[in-house]
């Protein structure tokens, strides 16, 4: 098979690249600086240089491919209209010159922020109407209809994962590994807050799965929209303690009342606007942060595709905290 993958250089998208080459198939990488893409390079992958945001640089960007698989997105940024612009109008760019192509399968990696947050023991379900809490769930909500509005002329199906995990990753298994050297991992609020989690490389699989077989979306409705997670519901301190544990470390989680955190998450909003460089702790971030539950359940994915999760949680830490330790990141 042929593959277009945008994000190619991000945690998700260099682990699909790495798997797509592993099984022989071709992969056409959509990248902003070709010269900051050698590990692409070094996997085989043709370079494609390009901008998700810049709809003139995707004109020419999708060839003759079978698959065209987005994964490129901000996750945080400065404003709601830079979200937007990426996020959204960039999906309904890419997914426009897709058609145009009358061919390929568009699999868009979408967001459980999309979906919403869902309520402590009740796991999200694809058939739950969407209540996004942030601006950036909202932008990734807009990313999916931006995909629906091609569902006439273009085979599309989504993917929302959950928290995501696994090597390569840049966001959540460093800042939790930092805090797991220290002995000591703050949570926000109170009272018990839920998760899902999925392994990378069984998000990659599903990708592969979806790619390959899944439904496709119409304007609205379930069909062709897929959540993925391990199944396991994982409580912030189990995930400390997995952290702690694959590190070879004591220690403890210690609640924090959650006005503690909305004022940390306060102040590193107002330096971001300053320095002009987003952070991940943000006003918006605690409008997930806040919530009791993150989960969803993988049903339809196992019973429509036969896809599983297959990398048990200690695993994963144990592989990751490897990964790292010999490129010397903890």
């Given at each position: 098979m042929r593959w277009f993958v945008t994000g190619a250089t991000g945690f998700i998208g260099a682990t699909l690249v790495e798997r797509l080459r592993a099984r022989g198939d071709e992969v056409l990488a959509l990248v902003r600086d070709p010269g900051r893409a050698s590990e692409l390079r070094a996997m085989g992958a043709l370079l494609v240089r390009g901008d998700v945001a810049r709809p003139d640089s995707l004109t020419d960007a999708v060839p003759e491919v079978d698959v065209v698989v987005h994964l490129a997105g901000l996750v945080k940024a400065l404003t709601r209209e830079e979200l937007f612009e990426v996020n959204a109008a960039g999906t309904r760019s890419l997914a426009g010159v897709a058609a145009r192509s009358g061919r390929a399968k568009f699999v868009l990696v979408s967001s459980l922020a999309a979906a919403g947050p869902s309520t402590p023991g009740r796991p999200r379900l694809e058939t739950d109407r969407p209540a996004p809490v942030s601006m950036y769930g909202q932008s990734k909500l807009a990313a999916e209809e931006a995909l629906r509005s091609f569902a006439s002329v273009l085979e599309g199906?989504?993917?929302?994962?959950?928290?995501?995990?696994?090597?390569?990753?840049?966001?959540?298994?460093?800042?939790?590994?930092?805090?797991?050297?220290?002995?000591?991992?703050?949570?926000?609020?109170?009272?018990?807050?839920?998760?899902?989690?999925?392994?990378?490389?069984?998000?990659?699989?599903?990708?592969?799965?979806?790619?390959?077989?899944?439904?496709?979306?119409?304007e609205a409705g379930s069909s062709g929209v897929y959540f993925c997670a391990d199944e396991v519901d994982y409580t912030w301190e189990a995930l400390a303690r997995g952290a702690m544990t694959a590190l070879g470390r004591r220690g403890t989680v210690i609640p924090v009342p959650e006005v503690v955190t909305w004022i940390a998450a306060g102040a590193s909003s107002a330096a971001a606007r300053i320095t002009g460089r987003p952070a991940i702790l943000s006003l918006d971030k605690m409008m997930e942060i806040r919530e009791p539950a993150w989960t969803c359940s993988a049903e339809k994915a196992r019973r429509e595709l036969g896809w599983r999760a297959r990398v048990p949680f200690v695993e994963g830490m144990r592989d990751s905290v490897r990964w790292f330790r010999e490129r010397g990141l903890v």
């Amino acid at each position: 098979m042929r593959w277009f993958v945008t994000g190619a250089t991000g945690f998700i998208g260099a682990t699909l690249v790495e798997r797509l080459r592993a099984r022989g198939d071709e992969v056409l990488a959509l990248v902003r600086d070709p010269g900051r893409a050698s590990e692409l390079r070094a996997m085989g992958a043709l370079l494609v240089r390009g901008d998700v945001a810049r709809p003139d640089s995707l004109t020419d960007a999708v060839p003759e491919v079978d698959v065209v698989v987005h994964l490129a997105g901000l996750v945080k940024a400065l404003t709601r209209e830079e979200l937007f612009e990426v996020n959204a109008a960039g999906t309904r760019s890419l997914a426009g010159v897709a058609a145009r192509s009358g061919r390929a399968k568009f699999v868009l990696v979408s967001s459980l922020a999309a979906a919403g947050p869902s309520t402590p023991g009740r796991p999200r379900l694809e058939t739950d109407r969407p209540a996004p809490v942030s601006m950036y769930g909202q932008s990734k909500l807009a990313a999916e209809e931006a995909l629906r509005s091609f569902a006439s002329v273009l085979e599309g199906s989504i993917i929302r994962p959950p928290i995501v995990y696994g090597p390569r990753d840049k966001e959540f298994l460093p800042s939790l590994f930092r805090l797991a050297r220290t002995g000591v991992i703050a949570k926000s609020g109170l009272g018990e807050k839920h998760y899902s989690l999925v392994h990378v490389d069984d998000l990659v699989a599903l990708i592969i799965d979806v790619a390959e077989r899944g439904a496709r979306v119409d304007e609205a409705g379930s069909s062709g929209v897929y959540f993925c997670a391990d199944e396991v519901d994982y409580t912030w301190e189990a995930l400390a303690r997995g952290a702690m544990t694959a590190l070879g470390r004591r220690g403890t989680v210690i609640p924090v009342p959650e006005v503690v955190t909305w004022i940390a998450a306060g102040a590193s909003s107002a330096a971001a606007r300053i320095t002009g460089r987003p952070a991940i702790l943000s006003l918006d971030k605690m409008m997930e942060i806040r919530e009791p539950a993150w989960t969803c359940s993988a049903e339809k994915a196992r019973r429509e595709l036969g896809w599983r999760a297959r990398v048990p949680f200690v695993e994963g830490m144990r592989d990751s905290v490897r990964w790292f330790r010999e490129r010397g990141l903890v």
